[in-house]
């Protein structure tokens, strides 16, 4: 039970640190005024915010998360 409560912390946390940071960079994307960039304008505005570590982070725990929240519902029951 403690793998699927952890699991489930940890999926809440990284599916919120996906979130946010693409909601700050769809916000501050008119505000990347070049258009010829080589990573497109959503892309340049995460690497110009530097919220890729963010999204790093997020994708880890998330995983991370489901990982812990599958050991813990198809492991045997501790009794």
């Given amino acids: 039970m403690k793998k699927i409560i952890a699991g489930i912390g940890f999926e ?3 599916a919120l640190m996906l979130l946010f ?15 010829n960039t ?3 304008r959503y892309w ?3 690497f ?13 725990l998330l995983i991370t998360g489901i990982i812990f929240s599958l050991w ?3 492991s045997k029951s501790e009794k």
């Avoid at 915010?49 to 790093?56: C, K, Q, S, T, W």
Wanted: proline share 5%; hydrophobic share 50%.
């Fill in 12 to 14: 809440i946390t990284g």
């Fill in 44 to 46: 340049q505005t995460i």
């Fill in 21 to 35: 940071p693409s909601l700050i960079a769809s916000i501050s994307l008119e505000n990347t005024t070049e258009w």
């Fill in 48 to 60: 110009n915010l530097r919220l890729l570590p963010v999204i790093i982070i997020g994708s880890v």
């Fill in 38 to 40: 080589q990573l497109g």
């Fill in 72 to 74: 813990g519902i198809f």
